[in-house]
């Protein structure tokens, strides 16, 4: 029995082969590609669990404080304590870090923008007559903003050590001495406020300087003189520089200090800043003075953004070349008691991007509501509190560059234009950039400041949790839960990321920011644990059909064989051992393969484990269907008056309709839902790594897809011509040419194919819908899946057609 059914194989080498091929890609293709969605599965919740955790896990706020921004689009600044009104006071704090399941919950609060001291800037001393005229500028990074009025200075030679002869024509808004000085503007930083011993074990950062007693002497003298206000102490942040920008023109004026001396009232020896108590003469030598006959001028632009730290600058000389350097000798203007607070950026939501209006037109344009607060030093001898910097302090670099966790007062991500220029705010309040805070201080601070509930955010982390898996996420969401139930703004921030959010910033044009997408982790495990529970069903039902359709071919190709061996005399049980055996040879032969493959391939248990089960189905399956009573072909009594051709062989036909139908459903999920979930996976670095992670495997899956659909169209459509091999040849025989055969086939074809492709095209559209896939990869995928199977049909029909035409 096993020769005569070897025999059979081999006297029909092609049908064979072609079977044969058909089941190693059964056995190898199907586990492989099962292999590949579950090894994606496994990199996406490994990626998810080592780096989906940040450095905190659950954002609370006041309750109402949610943005429309995140509301909509679920996404937040990276510095959003930035402009923050406070709402939690010191004791809720308390309360909440009492909880047993929370780790750490670190408070912060946003106070305003405040100025510290304005150190000095030293003109140089040049050998003639000079006036000196200056502007101040600052930058966004595109443009430059003028800062205050121009001012001007006037040098006279003669000067001698200690006693330099020069107008200062801004007094007595500016300060004289020894040295031609210029005061640096008021910039203005965010300063956050923090409890010092939970933000050092959320950051790692030291603020033990926060404690550190004020001995300056120079510093108790003001204060006295200001009545003794309490002290606001700030660490400021060292690597933060605000644009500053200083303009300075130099004319060669023809002046004699003689004169000038003589013209004020003043002895030879006297300095001209004596001058100063005679108002009206000196208005008048100033008024000459600017327009002094000009020899010769120059101008310099300086950079100063280095030396303009945020509290506690760095006072500079100007040299002889107009070079800057560091100096010991200053002098610094202390008042610090004005600062400024903003509102929340309102944007405006346009799909995804967003518009930031200008609402003060500069310069610089302002994008923010800003009110003045305090009281000056020089509109009051008592002001509510002084500035004084006491240390500085630098942020940990992250290293987790794929999860955020964005404490909302440290980033320095860039913001750049489409052209990559980096953006950055100016030392005016207003800017749309989420500036970090550059000084820090402490909560005590802040209730004088803001209030009995100065606190804008507190960062939680959830104890217990050494991984952010299945377990770590539904802890930290119970948590979440309670805190919510407090009557708190709740968010999950473990497993966010870091997206490029792109702003229409008015004036500006458009801007690139990094912002924090919220529930990235848990977004992306379920969009590739759906897409491996579809493409195991898919899979399934389409090996299964497969299956069918192949075992259904033979079974009709061996019916009148079977009816002749009857006959002569075989038994039908012995029919039925031939045609089992047959197919067992040539099943068994393709599982062999297949585990050769494997194991070429090294791989693990998996695929080995499934191959086998697909064996051990497709022998249960042939015997079930060659078991089943079936008939030949039936002599019709009546004509068929519509798609005789069709009607007549759907016992082939119908089982070819649904391998299509399952085939383009298939290949319709699988491409839109890949490329949908790179598409969005590359809007966040978590999810980009995760698509670099397993982008060979996404391919593999699509290409696997692929030549098992080419592989059932293919010989489907093989294994109907080969029942019709007479029917061709008669047609051959009759007269028919080549071309005439392919177009009668063809229509055929494409009436019966159409059918199975436009259902599975509309279902598989219905099951993306309902997966929220976007509508350009539904048309795309539908438009790859219908190319690819016109191309296996039309391929398949003209190379197997060719050897049945010729008769």
Same mark, same amino acid.
């Given at each position: ?88 006071? &010191?004791?809720?704090? =308390?309360?909440? #870090?009492?909880?047993? !399941? /929370? *780790? ?5 609060? $946003? %106070? +305003? ?91 790692? &950062?030291?603020?033990? =300087?926060?404690? #550190?007693?004020?001995? !300056? /002497? *120079? ?5 006295? $003189? %200001? +009545? ?580």
């Amino acid at each position: 029995m096993i020769r005569f059914a070897w025999v059979r194989i081999l006297s029909r080498k092609l049908i064979s082969i072609t079977i044969l091929l058909a089941f190693i890609g059964l056995y190898t293709l199907i586990p492989l590609g099962f292999q590949s969605t579950k090894e994606i599965k496994l990199a996406v919740n490994h990626s998810v669990e080592e780096y989906g955790r940040g450095t905190y896990d659950i954002l609370v706020r006041p309750s109402s404080t949610r943005t429309d921004v995140e509301k909509k689009l679920g996404m937040i600044e990276e510095n959003y304590i930035g402009d923050g009104g406070g709402g939690i006071s &010191i004791s809720d704090w =308390e309360q909440i #870090k009492r909880n047993p !399941d /929370i *780790e750490l919950a670190a408070p912060v609060a $946003s %106070l +305003g923008y405040f100025s510290g001291k304005r150190m000095s800037i030293e003109l140089p001393v040049l050998k003639e007559p000079t006036r000196f005229s200056w502007q101040f500028y600052t930058s966004d990074g595109i443009h430059k903003y003028p800062i205050d009025q121009k001012e001007e200075l006037y040098y006279f030679d003669g000067s001698v050590p200690g006693n330099i002869q020069y107008i200062d024509a801004s007094y007595p808004n500016s300060l004289t001495g020894v040295a031609m000085t210029v005061l640096m503007p008021f910039n203005y930083y965010l300063l956050a406020a923090i409890d010092v011993e939970s933000e050092s074990k959320l950051t790692g &950062i030291d603020y033990s =300087e926060l404690d #550190k007693e004020i001995n !300056d /002497i *120079e510093f108790k003298e003001v204060r006295e $003189s %200001l +009545g003794n206000p309490p002290v606001i102490k700030v660490i400021q942040r060292h690597d933060i520089n605000i644009p500053l920008y200083m303009t300075v023109k130099t004319d060669r004026i023809d002046v004699d200090l003689g004169e000038y001396q003589e013209k004020l009232g003043l002895m030879k020896d006297d300095s001209l800043l004596m001058g100063y108590e005679k108002p009206e003469k000196m208005e008048q030598v100033i008024n000459e003075l600017s327009k002094a006959k000009v020899l010769d001028n120059r101008e310099y632009n300086l950079d100063l953004s280095k030396f303009q730290k945020p509290f506690e600058g760095t006072a500079v000389k100007i040299g002889e070349d107009f070079s800057i350097s560091e100096t010991d000798r200053f002098m610094s203007d202390q008042d610090t008691s004005i600062y400024y607070i903003a509102s929340k950026i309102n944007y405006k939501i346009n799909e995804n991007n967003l518009e930031v209006p200008i609402l003060e037109d500069g310069p610089p344009p302002i994008y923010k509501t800003v009110n003045k607060k305090g009281i000056s030093a020089y509109q009051s001898q008592k002001v509510p509190f002084i500035i004084e910097q006491v240390g500085e302090f630098s942020p940990n670099k992250d290293t987790n560059q794929l999860a955020s966790s964005p404490l909302g007062i440290y980033s320095t991500t860039e913001s750049k234009s489409l052209d990559g220029k980096v953006v950055q705010s100016t030392i005016f309040p207003g800017s749309f950039i989420p500036t970090p805070a550059s000084g820090i201080t402490t909560l005590e601070a802040a209730e004088m400041v803001k209030g009995q509930k100065p606190i804008d955010a507190i960062r939680i982390k959830v104890a217990g949790i050494n991984k952010y898996n299945v377990d770590a996420q539904e802890k930290i969401e119970q948590v979440a839960i309670d805190l919510l139930k407090s009557g708190y703004e709740v968010d999950i921030v473990a497993g966010s990321s870091f997206k490029q959010m792109r702003l229409d910033v008015e004036g500006l044009g458009q801007i690139l920011e990094p912002w924090t997408t919220l529930g990235v982790a848990q977004e992306l495990s379920e969009n590739w644990n759906h897409m491996s529970v579809i493409s195991f069903i898919l899979f399934s039902l389409f090996g299964f059909l497969w299956l069918y359709s192949r075992v259904t071919f033979e079974k009709k190709a061996l019916y009148k064989e079977d009816e002749l061996l009857y006959l002569l005399g075989w038994k039908r049980k012995f029919i039925f051992l031939r045609n089992c055996l047959e197919q067992f040879i040539i099943i068994t032969i393709g599982y062999v393969v297949s585990i050769i493959l494997f194991t070429l391939f090294k791989q693990d248990a998996f695929p080995y484990l499934l191959s086998s089960l697909l064996w051990f189905l497709t022998v249960v399956m042939v015997c079930l269907l060659f078991l089943r009573n079936g008939s030949g072909n039936k002599t019709r009594i009546m004509e068929y008056k519509k798609v005789p051709a069709i009607i007549h062989y759907k016992e082939f036909i119908l089982p070819t309709i649904l391998v299509l139908f399952i085939s383009i459903i298939l290949l319709i999920i699988q491409i839109s839902n890949l490329g949908y979930s790179i598409e969005k996976a590359k809007e966040t670095t978590l999810g980009q790594f995760t698509m670099d992670e397993t982008l060979i495997i996404q391919i593999s899956i699509i290409v696997i897809t692929v030549l098992l659909s080419y592989l059932a169209v293919s010989e489907s459509i093989t294994a109907l011509l080969q029942y019709r091999a007479k029917e061709f040849s008669m047609y051959h025989i009759i007269g028919w040419t080549k071309g005439r055969i392919l177009i009668h086939f063809s229509k055929e074809i494409s009436l019966w194919s159409g059918v199975p492709i436009v259902l599975g095209v509309l279902l598989g559209s219905l099951i993306l819908f309902g997966m929220n896939v976007s509508y350009s990869w539904i048309f795309i995928s539908i438009l790859i899946s219908i190319g690819i199977l016109s191309i296996a049909i039309v391929v398949t029909t003209i190379t197997k057609l060719k050897p049945f035409s010729k008769g």
